[in-house]
């Protein structure tokens, strides 16, 4: 069965950093351009970051740039996103979403997503 499952999503500080995976099950990683994308309430879904399959170039919007580090690990068949240095602004759900094209998996296209992991970062 196909799945995508995020995790390490919690309640951390300003300033405070972490890890998220999206693991997948059903499907061999490799194949997939991995993207993160999240949804802050009231807000609509942004792209976060993303990695290709074919060299592994990556993408990070302005908001994450210098702070937020995508990675793979096809062998785990696991996509993370290491965020340091976070801000009140971080707080959204955070999905991950897999396709073959890196361009449609910036655009938001993802052929597979996941439920999303929450993020909170308060004081």
């Known amino acids: 069965q196909l799945q995508l499952v995020e995790s390490g999503g919690g309640l951390v500080q300003p300033g405070g950093s972490l890890r998220l995976s999206c693991a997948a099950s059903g499907l061999t990683l490799d194949m997939y351009t991995i993207g993160w994308f999240r949804q802050a309430p009231g807000k609509e879904r942004e792209g976060v970051s993303s990695?290709?399959?074919?060299?592994?170039?990556?993408y990070y919007a302005d908001s994450g740039k210098g702070r937020f580090t995508i990675s793979r690990d096809n062998a785990k068949n696991t996509g993370y996103l290491q965020m340091n240095s976070l801000k009140p602004e971080d707080t959204a759900v955070y999905y991950c979403?897999?396709?073959?094209?890196?361009?449609?998996?910036?655009?938001?296209?993802?052929?597979?997503w996941g439920k999303g992991t929450l993020v909170t970062v308060s004081s």
């Open positions: 990695i290709s399959s074919s060299d592994g170039s990556t």
């Open positions: 979403c897999l396709h073959v094209s890196t361009e449609a998996t910036r655009q938001g296209r993802g052929t597979y």
